[in-house]
């Protein structure tokens, strides 16, 4: 297994959380955003 199929590996599951938990933090946000509206 070479160092760049390492770092996929590593990385590609770290980067897909990440994702998922901005659009999370984003839609918590407008959610509220609305709600003091």
């Given at each position: 297994?070479?160092?760049?199929?390492?770092?996929?590996?590593?990385?590609?599951?770290?980067?897909?959380?990440?994702?998922?938990?901005?659009?999370?933090?984003?839609?918590?946000?407008?959610?509220?955003?609305h709600a003091e509206d």
């Amino acid at each position: 297994m070479t160092v760049a199929a390492l770092c996929l590996t590593v990385a590609g599951p770290l980067v897909a959380f990440a994702v998922y938990d901005l659009q999370v933090r984003l839609e918590r946000w407008d959610h509220n955003r609305h709600a003091e509206d």
